[in-house]
């Protein structure tokens, strides 16, 4: 069984550009989340995605959006990158769920974007 | 609001000895615990879980983790730890927002181990 996977592993951009990160998720899952997670610090969320759709959103600007595709794999876009921006962006995908249960989610190795 | 809290933030135990790693959560209602663990350069790994049921919970290499809702704790302990437990870790609550359902992650203990 494959787990998640990202890609690139490390990305350095400039300030004002944008950036695309990619993640495939676990074999039957159909909801994937991303997060944020600066330099000592725990990972933020981001925003969710399920059956294609954003399903939840964190305190982050427009400027952060998202993507899902029919095989569930997902990406996240970021615009007009700032400093601040510079972080380990984590990609988890989680199982089909009943109702509104809270389930676990598997976290890809994540990708490392630096913001010069 | 959801939140979670590890106080400690950089712990150092010697090789064999056991551990106890604080963690004190924030929610309204019955809430899913999570422990997490990262190493280096790497992404989580989910060490172990709670839903309901049983408040202690067994998880991966070793690990077990005890539901004290009166306390709001949730802490994660092993008897004896190797040199290869130093990493990060980090306790969660998963919150549900609609049918979604985003895990909040306290900031984190950094584990070293003395050999």
């Known amino acids: 069984e494959t787990g998640v996977t990202q890609s690139p592993t490390h990305l350095i951009k400039t300030r004002g550009q944008q950036v695309t990160l990619r993640c495939s998720s676990q074999?039957?899952?159909?909801?994937v989340s991303w997060y944020q997670q600066a330099l000592g610090q725990g990972p933020q969320f981001i925003f969710q995605?399920?059956?294609?759709?954003?399903?939840g959103r964190g305190n982050f600007p427009p400027r952060f959006s998202g993507l899902q595709f029919p095989n569930y794999s997902s990406e996240l876009n970021v615009n007009a990158l700032e400093l601040d921006d510079s972080a380990l962006y984590l990609c988890?995908?989680?199982?089909?769920?009943?109702?509104?249960?809270?389930?676990?989610?598997?976290f890809g190795p994540g990708t490392r974007l630096t913001v010069t | 609001a959801q939140s979670v809290t590890q106080p400690d933030i950089h712990i150092t135990v010697s090789e064999g000895a056991s551990l106890e790693l604080r963690c004190n959560y924030s929610?309204?209602?019955?809430?899913?615990l999570f422990w997490y663990v990262q190493s280096p350069g790497q992404g989580l790994q989910l060490l172990l879980k709670y839903f309901s049921g049983d408040t202690l919970v067994q998880g991966i290499k070793g690990f077990e983790a005890e539901f004290k809702r009166s306390q709001s704790s949730f802490n994660l302990r092993k008897p004896s730890v190797h040199w290869s437990d130093a990493a990060e870790y980090f306790c969660?609550?998963?919150?549900?927002?609609?049918?979604?359902?985003?895990?909040?992650f306290g900031s984190g203990t950094r584990l070293s181990i003395r050999p």
């Open positions: 995605y399920y059956r294609e759709e954003e399903n």
């Open positions: 969660a609550v998963g919150a549900g927002y609609s049918s979604a359902s985003k895990i909040i």
């Open positions: 988890a995908s989680s199982p089909p769920q009943p109702g509104t249960v809270t389930g676990e989610q598997y």
């Open positions: 929610y309204g209602a019955t809430p899913y």
């Open positions: 074999s039957g899952h159909n909801t």
